[in-house]
DNA sequence: TGACAATACGAACCAGAACTCATATTCATT
DNA sequence: AATGAATATGAGTTCTGGTTCGTATTGTCA
């Protein structure tokens, strides 16, 4: 009766390396067959393991998303309101900072598009899923609204909160639409207008 | 041999009143548990028929949701530019006309909130629909650029084509996240807000 | 009303994926 | 080398939903 907790946790990082495995495997066929279409034992054999070791890893498919998942989040906010907010700072024109957005925005997005696809739909099926990508947008949302308020003297816009949310909205709308939808515009045209658009839309004087 | 044709067509309204009922019946489904969630039987049931009934009428599930959908497209575009063109030819103003898009977009736009989630997640995990929203997309690009093609001499944008996409993206995008997802802000504020920028981005002088 | 066709029914069948668990293997230790 | 614990295996079980098809009911027409 002295150490009964060791039982409780039967999915914990026995072998470092085959959890990685079992996860890699995971992101190549999630990004080619989508999570339908995808079965925890076709992750098992990808990964070289069998579909026993897949369950003394993870709990199941979705667990096994999550955890992908959590790996690639945070990372990406930093990186981006980093470089934001320090061309804010140093006095860069409405145009060069919004440039800087579209262009830190697409970079940090996923490059595998099937996987992104897989993100997409799921936030519209599956309530986890929803609630962990909600909680990023709002996190998002904070950070964006908190430059926007350094910006204020030299915005046009008066409704700081909105226009934080359409902006944060459309940016990912359009970013996401190129990289996952075949396009008849190419993706630099596409970008400079995404780029106007925000700085018209903000700024009294974009340049 | 004269009329081998007859059995090709097992599905077709033999019953017209019994197709509405199933469609009503997986349009409460649809959106009360989404399409995954919902199985054949259930629609079945729900419509109070039987499950070989329902194979009758539909080869299965999704020829159902995309017979539904067809039902709703069409009428919905020719109203919104209905509208849209009235007002350009009367000379609105940009940000007029811009109210207007966005009231229309509302107000077209699937109530049922679960089904245009259906919609939404289907588009990124089967083919057969994301052709079909991408041919629609197509169609409403198409006249919103010959909109802006009326409207070039009053726009600051140059690249009509790049901005008719962004536009169109824009809006669909913070659109559905009104409908779809809870929000911290109010509708009336985000969709001025939408207006404002729809305005600014396009006219050289919005007023 | 009898006979035939059209329509409707739902139990039974089938496929495929999630998940389990008794057995086998590997590894560290003495 | 022997022992026991940790780890890995995959055939087998369970579950769930799609689909079929032989039977029952209804409707029509002579």
Chains 1, 2 share one sequence.
């Not at 067959?33 to 199941?60: H, L, N």
């Not at 003297?153 to 190129?178: C, Q």
Request: overall charge neutral; glycine content about 6%.
């Amino acid at each position: 009766m002295s150490n009964e907790k060791a039982t409780r946790t039967p999915r914990q990082a026995r072998s470092i390396e085959k959890r990685r495995r079992l996860m890699d495997a995971a992101m190549r066929l999630f990004d080619r067959d989508g999570f339908e279409g995808t079965t925890a034992k076709a992750v098992a054999r990808e990964a070289g393991v069998s579909i026993g070791t897949f369950y003394a890893y993870f709990s199941d498919k979705k667990e096994l998303l999550m955890d992908i998942l959590a790996e690639h989040t945070g990372e990406v906010h930093h990186l981006v309101f980093g470089k934001l907010g320090d061309a804010v700072r140093d006095g860069a024109s409405g145009r060069e900072i919004m440039r800087l957005a579209v262009a830190a925005g697409h970079a940090t997005h996923w490059q595998p598009p099937g996987l992104l696809r897989v993100l997409l739909a799921l936030r519209h099926t599956d309530d986890d899923m929803r609630r962990f990508q909600e909680a990023e947008e709002r996190a998002l949302l904070t950070r964006l609204h908190a430059i926007l308020k350094i910006l204020a003297p030299r915005l046009r816009v008066t409704d700081r909160e909105a226009a934080a949310f359409i902006l944060a909205t459309a940016f990912e709308a359009v970013l996401h639409s190129a990289i996952v939808f075949e396009q008849d515009i190419e993706r630099e045209r596409l970008f400079d207008a995404l780029a106007d658009m925000g700085a018209a839309y903000l700024f009294a004087d974009p340049d």
